[in-house]
């Protein structure tokens, strides 16, 4: 990255695709896009991208696509704020401006040779999704690959059918919270799908992204299991706003989520204040 | 470069300086305040502490990214608004004032560069102008590794000797605003330099308010997260932030869009000055914010001054200024806040 210029500039990028993965009132929606001018924007799974929709603001999105997907970059982003609700109501063809990437990234080159477990809750299969299919188009570099992932309701479920298209490709479990009358799988909150289904800690690295509460009961279940801290990954999520470490609001003790983080392993994070 | 300049001969040389643009402090009812001057007799350096710092002409309060513009078939358009190429000499600067710009410095630089912050600071002289009488009854300078004619930050620091100052220059910048008017600077003699040195003992002596052993404090917060402290501390906080608004090191911002109601889709990016003093400054939008309470952002403020930044940058991120005792409404005083922090529990 050029650090001399304007980091604050966003460059404009057009909606090129936007499908409704959940309605209603958590709705989320999977944007595609393309930059209008190459600037050389590389991301690393995990980096996050400050998204503008002009007159409205930003907001920190982390990317769900692969680096290897050179084509677009994808976001997929619960309604919530003043900002993603904007990004809601855009049709494609719409121009958004886009700035980064931020942040540090899932250390996969450590990864090498190990089997990876993804765990994630909701939304926050988004984030997960850029490091899954990173190591699905490197299969070849990981041992077996398997996801756990949950859901409130069936219909919270995001990516489904990219969920039945890669049932193919790795182990896949998935659960929701309360039963409902059609689902065949497993019923329960995810850290209990991963008590459930106990998966072994030998050569693993496991990685969770979902609300903060899963998050902490995943990490207990795993440290159960007898994983070790240094196996669990995951990512933290702050308010920012300027995305580069000095607005002074995403810090948790001296580390600046929106620069140092978002990857976290426990062994890291468990030090950390929990201010998040 | 070290010059005698007669008090006398002092507008001859201000003259000389409005070549750029000149900001010193002038007095407003019954505040002083850094702003432009026209004329010697505008700068008044008698003047107490400032109501804010110089900070606010490198990082003003108010600054502009860009402007956005969007039709209704076209691309949006995006502007950047650099700040303007304006030479600025800050004349009078305290060193408290002149060394907390060092530290916005070490924030704004590093490994992304702030190009509006570096714009404004790379055409900006400090001149400062030394203590010697505390300009604040809550100056505490030497506690924080400063004096009242600490040098740090400055191009040129003036010391009042009575009829002259003892001018000291410290850069090349410094060199070339003496140069402007080399004829009206003479050699300091012996006697010049042994009553510099007599003001500037005295002048440190008349600093009252102290924390001893301050450097007991950053390693005290280790263990402080979960201290009752926090909240017994914060308890009378009105969350007004004045402590942060009128702190020359404080420099957390916010950016927001401008947009006028009848012109949804022509406006402005804004950078304007925020607080962790303000319950929303850390509040996700689902509602969950992890600094809930007075507690919490009371803890933020004195641990990221006295122990996060002294980790990353090696100072404490306050230089002693005292405006934050002087101005706090409900009078927590970060003197007797660090002091308690120093004697917990022993």
Known sequence: ?276 | MDKILLKKAFPQWVKKLQAYRLIAPTKDGNIWIYEAVTTPEDIDLEFLTTALSPKKIIFPQREVYFEFEKGDNDNPEIKETLPEDDPTIVFGVRPCDAKAVTLTDMVFGGDFEDVYYWKRRNQTYLVGLACNTPPNPNCFCLSVDGSPHSKDGLDILLTDLGDKYYVKSFTKNGDKLLNLAKNLFKQPSAANKKELQKIQTESEKKIIRQINNLKKVPPKLKDMWDSPFWDEEAMSCLRCGICTYMCPTCHCFDINDEVHSSAPLKGQRIRTWDTCQFPDFTMHSSGHNPRPDKASRLRQRIMHKFKYFVEKHKNYQCTGCGRCVTKCPVSIDIIEVLEKVRDYGS
């Open chain 1, 1 to 276: 990255m050029d650090h001399n210029s304007n980091s604050y500039i966003p460059k404009l990028a057009k909606i090129i695709e936007i499908k409704e993965e959940v309605g209603g009132a958590r709705a989320v929606k999977t944007f595609r896009t393309q930059f209008i001018e190459d600037n050389g924007f590389i991301h690393k799974p995990g980096q996050c991208a400050m998204l503008s929709v002009l007159g409205k603001g930003e907001a920190m999105i982390s990317i769900s696509s692969s680096p290897l997907e050179k084509d677009y970059l994808q976001f997929s982003i619960l309604k919530m704020g003043r900002v993603t609700s904007a990004l809601h109501e855009t049709q494609e063809g719409d121009v958004i401006g886009i700035r980064g990437p931020y942040g540090n990234s899932f250390p996969m080159e450590k990864w090498k040779g190990k089997n990876l477990i993804f765990i994630g809750g909701g939304i926050g299969l988004a984030p997960l999704w850029s490091v899954l299919s990173t190591a699905l188009g490197k299969k070849q570099e990981f041992g077996n690959l398997a996801l756990f992932y949950g859901a409130r309701t069936s219909q919270d479920v995001v990516f489904k059918q990219e969920l039945e298209e890669l049932k193919n490709k790795m182990t896949v479990h998935l659960s929701i919270d309360v039963e409902e009358p059609d689902w065949k799988e497993y019923v329960g909150f995810v850290p209990l799908n991963i008590l459930d289904k106990k998966p072994s800690p030998k050569n693993v690295i496991t990685i969770t992204c979902g609300p903060p509460i899963m998050i902490k009961f995943v990490i207990q279940n795993l440290q159960a299991l007898g994983f070790k801290d240094e196996q669990i990954y995951t990512t933290v999520e702050n308010k920012m706003k300027c995305g580069i470490g000095k607005c002074g609001r995403c810090n948790i003790g001296l580390h600046y989520v929106c620069k140092d983080g978002p990857v976290y392993s426990w062994a890291e994070l468990k030090n950390l204040p929990q201010e998040y």
